[in-house]
């Protein structure tokens, strides 16, 4: 265990006595820190991180509108009604 550091719950440097340290990835803590926490690590992505993993759903599905043949489409369909619209505009 690393005793010059500082304890990762409460900041404080670990210099006095009463350490306890995670048993998965041994980051030192105060022991009374260790309790305080619910005896689990404060150290991202540790095995017993506060924020634990979630699996994935399944992948979602959903309209590829970068596909040219789309593009083209809407584009097309765009124009299409514009040039309808002035000449209904103008031509009355």
């Known amino acids: 265990m690393d005793h010059d550091g500082k304890c990762g719950i409460c900041l404080q440097s670990l210099a006095a006595g009463g350490l306890t340290a995670c048993p998965e990835c041994r ?3 105060h022991a009374e820190c260790w309790i305080f926490n619910r005896r689990k690590c404060a150290v ?8 634990p993993r979630r699996r994935l ?7 590829d509108i ?27």
């Not at 991202?44 to 924020?51: L, N, R, V």
């Not at 596909?67 to 103008?90: A, C, D, E, I, R």
């Open 44 to 51: 991202y992505g540790c095995w017993k991180s506060p924020f």
């Open 27 to 29: 980051t030192s803590y």
């Open 57 to 63: 759903g399944p992948p979602q599905q959903h309209a």
């Open 66 to 92: 970068f596909n040219p043949w789309f593009l083209g489409v809407l584009v097309t369909s765009v124009v299409g009604l514009l040039v309808w619209s002035f000449y209904n505009w103008f031509n009355p």
